[in-house]
């Protein structure tokens, strides 16, 4: 009985042992399985509301290898992949706002380089795709639909002649017509801001800049202010906020094109168009907020 007795101690005491190293050993791989599955994560990138990308891309003053401007698209922003020196004329801020700072180079998007004073201007810009396929041929229409650009931005300063253009409709040339109209552009000059738009031709000119018209359509100076374009059943209708200059005006109507005749296809743009070519010291920064577009 007492050899019993001292046979089943043992075998409770090997039983309990064993439980124990089980027990050790699968908590241990249970922690293990949980650090490699952390390891797995990924931390996708930080979305903002305030610009699409993809829906956009960006032209800076740098020569890309021919004389043109530098066109840099959306994976190269988003990943923060610019180079040195795109990144002196493009930035982001602490706060999510970026900086589109221009001079001129002689590096502009129509190509060059061009000599000072040659009718050529630099920017820092945004030019949109309309469904983000990234090709210059992603454009609208003003003969349907709705079409809204929301941008805001504040000009930092503005050297030169103190002209810069923050926003634009701009034309592109299209099947069975000439030229590339700057439709509408919206210009920070000295603190006012102007709305140039191009008005109908003479008979079967085209659409240029000689038939332009300007309007005054308020005073932001050096503040944030938010400028709106929208085109809605063929009508340019533009609308300003800026609260430090209790501005907060609604939209209001300003030229019918459709009516008038007008059938490119066209696109937005935003940024830092800088209009001064008189040397290579002067230059203009412009702090871009926020942009959104629509169209219905």
Known sequence: MHIQIKASIKFLVFFLMITFFSCNTSSDNTEEDIIEEEEEVVVEPEET???????????VPVNRGNGSATS??????????????????FYKNSDGSYTMFT????????????????????????????KGNQTTSDNWSMSTGTHIL?????????????????AQIHGIETEGLNGSPATVKVQWKNGDLVIEYYVKPDGDEDWTSKFDEKITIGKVDNEKFTIKLKIEDGKLYYALVCETKSIATDYTFVF???????????????????????????SAEVILYKVVTSHI
């Open 103 to 130: 001079k001129f180079t002689g590096f502009t998007t129509s190509g060059g380089p061009y000599a000072l004073d040659e009718g050529k201007y630099c920017r820092t810009e945004l030019r949109e795709f309309w």
């Open 150 to 166: 929301e941008s805001t931005v504040q000009v930092v300063y503005c050297e030169g002649t103190g002209q810069t253009y923050v």
């Open 72 to 89: 840099i698209f959306y994976e190269t922003i988003e990943n923060n992949k610019l180079t040195t020196e795109e990144s002196k004329y």
């Open 49 to 59: 509301s305030n610009i699409l990308w993809k829906n956009w891309y960006l032209s």
């Open 256 to 282: 019918d094109y459709v009516k008038n005749g007008y059938l490119h296809n066209n696109y937005f743009k935003t940024g830092n168009y800088f209009k001064w070519n008189k040397d290579y010291e002067a």
